[in-house]
């Protein structure tokens, strides 16, 4: 009996739907859930999934935590709202980033990059500018607290706001702080650094602090560290490599516990065992045994909250369609399901093998019985006929095989085909976001500083902030599939991350050439993923036809006709198109400059050179394989064509970089003026010898009697004319004579 194994499952106990994406979740003593959205309602549920009631604040639910009868929700743009008896706001002008429970009190970070410190009756104790900060934990008793700055940077307080330790990054390389986490007296760091600079630091490490002697171990790891869980013997790590490790604090030994294929975005400790959430799944992994059971949710898993005291509830977000998701209400003790499941328990019938590749029952048969019929003719000395047995079964196993085959060709061209849709919408999100971010730019830079509107501009950089992470959780999940972009997408999405912040620290102080400088960072590296994916995207389309190849204009022509490149008369024709968009594009922009043309109109220019930027790396392409294809005798011909080619490549570089000047129009012009020169020799090079016309001569043989008629009687008309007067001026009369006496008879 064939058996397949998949991990085993577990029974929802409830789906519960909801009015917006979460952005953040509380588990309250009463064993309801607090759920917040980024629309700004603060939904409570009790353990069963019922609603219990509803609050509305201004702006985006930032984070939620309960304190003595007191739910504390920080907004996006008001700063803080007490959710109880005696509600109140606690107004910030900058929003709130960051908020979080520090024993009996909180702490809050704003955008202006100051650190809060409110009691239970929400007074404030202290404040103290800190800067942009990225994370903030606190030990259980709220003696000590941690922040992690923007810059990778690590300042370890007390609770008087005391700075105790002060970890800066280092100024040669780019370093940010993933994750970070109290263990008692101990704070464990994940820190990740882009490499930029070849040293002995390892790039992804996980260091451990002592409160009163400073940083006490690091540990280098082979991939980013997502999330971070404390247990009484030291951490659980969660990676961005889908590895579930167990690390003992002072100890250089990582415990594999388990081996997901995506990054583990949370992790929930759940009696003896885990709770871990990785992509659009979760899993119970027990320390020994390894995984338990799995779940999938319809959307990402972001969130694993408690819910009561068996339950649990997960949210998850669904980046593609950006629609709420539903709340999943699980009890991670409940009976198992076995997905094992056994091929006797379906109907092997000609129906539902009819498009699978596998062998119908007619067709096992009759194998069976030939080979069956081909041992029988041995034993009986009958070798004809049991090797027509024989090869009546081998015909049948062929078959077989070369189905299977083309069933497992057809699965990879729907894989890739889904593969490459995906990566067009990726790639038309983060162009999206480069057009976006470059408006803001513009935006930021004509806006005064005292001007209301500074601050919606915060808040869209927010928002692009936001958008951003969808797009990164999609490239994470790309660089997993595809290792060779990993090191590229990690090095470009850490950039974006980094500069992000520092554009957002300085809509605090109004610092608009700071804000403007990081933006044009966001962007390049926008600009460089879209570049990379575009590559990644030709590369699967250019698979794609060598699978499929063909001559014909359909979907998916086929055939063994290889399609030809194109020439460069048609090149020259779509180059000169391009260049005609080109010029009109250059005279806009002096008009612009004139006229003080708006930014929105900037805005629909840039989007216009980037659409020509694809075009021309598009034409690119056909010159670099019109060029391989004349190269390929080894004649060389093609050598003008890769000239062309990288002429171009120049030309791309210039528009992506939306640097269009004189040089650019002129490098325009240079290039067709080389596409004529190859048009015209690829016509020499069409005309064939044996097809050469030769026009023969037309002059007449001295010697032939023809000829001498006709000479005699053209010397007889020439001595007529000279005998003959005319009535000429001197003038012309001279010329005649000088005819003349130059026409040979």
């Known amino acids: 009996m064939l058996s397949i194994f998949m991990h085993p499952t577990i029974d ?59 739910l504390v929700v920080g907004s996006s743009i008001s700063g803080v709202s007490i959710i109880s008896d005696s509600p109140q706001n606690l107004h910030l002008s900058s929003g709130c980033e960051i908020l979080i429970a520090s024993g009996s009190d909180f702490l809050v970070s704003d955008g202006s990059g100051i650190l809060y410190r409110f009691n239970q009756v929400s007074e404030l104790l202290w404040q103290k500018e800190i800067g942009q900060m990225t994370h903030i934990s606190s030990n259980s ?12 940077g690590v300042i370890i307080l007390n609770n008087n706001g005391d700075i105790l330790h002060d970890s800066p990054a280092s100024l040669d390389d780019i370093e940010t702080i993933s994750c970070m986490v109290f263990r008692k007296d101990v704070l464990v760091v994940a820190r990740n650094s882009l490499g930029l600079i070849i040293d ?23 991939s980013l560290v997502n999330s971070i869980c404390s247990t009484s013997e030291g951490v659980i790590l969660g990676c961005f490599n889908g590895e579930l490790l167990n690390l003992e604090i002072g100890s250089n030994h990582q415990k594999l516990l388990a081996k997901f294929n995506y990054p583990i975005s949370n992790i929930l400790i759940w009696n003896d065992s885990i709770l871990v959430a990785s992509w659009f799944d979760i ?89 069956e019929k081909s041992s029988s003719d041995l034993e009986k000395g009958k070798k004809k006929k ?7 079964a081998a015909e049948e196993m062929e078959a077989l095989a070369k189905r299977m085959k083309s069933m497992q060709a057809e699965e990879e061209e729907e ?32 806006t005064d500083a005292q001007d209301p509107r500074y601050v919606e501009h915060g808040q869209t950089q927010r928002k692009l902030k936001d958008d951003a992470r969808m797009v990164e959780d999609s490239l994470y999940a790309l660089s997993m599939r595809v290792r060779q972009l990993a090191g590229a997408v ?59 190849p063909g001559t ?152 032939t009697p023809q000829s001498i008629d006709y000479l005699n009687d053209r010397a007889n008309e020439i001595e007529l004319l000279k005998t003959i007067p005319v009535n000429l001026s001197p003038f012309y009369k001279d010329r005649v004579d000088d005819y003349f006496n130059t026409v040979t008879p």
Request: proline residues 2%.
């Open 552 to 703: 014909g204009n359909c979907n998916k022509p086929g055939g063994s006709g290889k399609k030809p490149s194109a020439k460069a008369g048609n090149l020259k024709k779509m180059q000169e198109a391009l260049g005609k968009q080109l010029e009109e594009m250059k005279s806009r922009m002096g008009e612009g400059t004139n006229q003080g043309e708006s930014n929105q109109r900037g805005g629909q220019m840039s989007q216009q050179l980037a659409e020509m930027a694809a075009q021309q790396a598009a034409l690119r392409e056909l010159a670099k394989q019109r060029a391989n294809e004349l190269n390929g005798d080894g004649s060389g011909e093609g050598e003008e064509m890769k000239r062309i080619a990288e002429e171009m490549e120049q030309l791309e570089r210039d528009l992506v970089n939306r640097n269009v000047d004189a040089g650019t129009i002129e490098r325009q012009r240079e290039i067709i003026t080389r596409l004529l020169e190859a048009e015209e020799a690829d016509r020499v090079r069409g005309e064939k010898d044996e097809r050469r016309s030769i026009v023969g001569n037309q002059g007449l043989h001295p010697e």
């Open 386 to 392: 049991a090797s027509e047995s024989q090869k009546s």
């Open 283 to 371: 899993a119970r992994v027990d320390l020994d045994v390894g995984v338990i059971w799995s779940l999938e949710h319809i959307g990402i898993v972001e969130h694993i909250s408690r819910i009561g005291v068996s339950k649990v509830a997960i949210l998850g977000d669904d980046k593609k369609h950006r629609e709420p998701c539903p709340i999943y209400i699980i009890d991670p003790d409940s009976e198992i399901k076995s997905t094992d499941f056994s091929i006797d328990n379906f109907d092997i019938s000609s129906d539902s093998n009819e498009f699978s590749g596998a062998l119908s029952a007619d067709e096992e048969k009759a194998i069976k019985e030939a080979q």
């Open 415 to 446: 894989g890739l085909e889904e593969d490459m849709d995906a990566l067009r919408s990726l790639l038309e999100n983060i162009i999206t976001l480069s057009f976006e971010e470059e408006f803001l730019m513009r935006e930021i830079k004509t």
């Open 12 to 70: 929802i106990a409830k789906s519960v739907e909801t009015s917006g994406i979460p952005s953040s979740t509380c588990s309250m003593p009463n064993g309801s859930l607090a759920v917040g959205d980024d629309n700004g309602y603060v939904s409570i549920f009790n353990s069963e999934g019922e609603l219990i009631e509803s609050h509305k604040i201004e702006g985006k639910v930032i984070g939620l935590i309960y304190l003595e009868n007191t």
């Open 490 to 548: 990690n090095r470009e999405i850490g950039l974006v991350n980094h500069h992000m912040e520092k554009a957002l620290g300085g809509f605090g102080n109004r610092e608009t050439p700071m804000i403007a400088m990081n933006q044009q960072y966001v962007m390049t590296s926008f600009n460089n993923l879209a570049l990379l994916l575009d590559e990644a995207l030709q590369e699967m389309q250019n698979k794609q036809e060598c699978k499929n």
């Open 141 to 152: 008793e709220g003696t000590f607290l941690a922040v992690a700055l923007e810059s990778g």
């Open 200 to 222: 002995d630091r390892p790039e992804n490490r996980v260091e451990c602090w002592s409160v009163g002697r400073g940083i006490i171990h690091t540990s280098e790891m082979e």
